[in-house]
Nanobody
Framework: QIQVVESGGDSVQAGGSLRLTCEIS????????LAWFRQARGKAREAVAH???????KYTSSVRGRFTISQDFAKRTVYLQMTDLKSDDSATYYC???????????????????WGQGTQVTVSS
């Protein structure tokens, strides 16, 4: 079966950078949506960024210009490069994948087929 595993979470100072990695195994699809979500303490889960098989990306407004989602087809890996981190970025970050999708949906859509277990990001001031 398809498995999703995140890594790279850490504790960093405000203004620092961090790259999250998501390894996805067990698929050979060419059309899909890959996404990063996050959930902070006491808050609902929210989509951070999407990328589809054509490389089209989208970002939630709070991270636009600071975060970059990318993928490596050969390594079956999706990344989230985070820069200029703020305390409000502290959260558990989840990778999600859906191979039913030809393109990524609205950022408000969270009905993804496959989810990782999450990786913790803590930003201190």
């Amino acid at each position: 079966q398809i498995q999703v595993v995140e890594s790279g979470g850490d504790s960093v100072q405000a203004g620092g950078s961090l790259r999250l990695t998501c390894e996805i195994s067990g698929y050979r699809y060419w059309t899909y949506c890959l996404a990063w979500f996050r959930q902070a303490r006491g808050k609902a889960r929210e989509a951070v960024a999407h990328i589809d098989g054509d490389g089209t990306t989208k970002y939630t407004s709070s991270v636009r210009g600071r975060f970059t989602i990318s993928q490596d087809f050969a390594k079956r890996t999706v990344y989230l490069q985070m820069t200029d981190l703020k305390s409000d970025d502290s959260a558990t970050y989840y990778c999600a994948a859906d191979f039913r999708m030809k393109v990524c949906p609205s950022l408000s859509e969270d009905n993804f087929e496959h989810w990782g277990q999450g990786t913790q990001v803590t930003v201190s001031s």
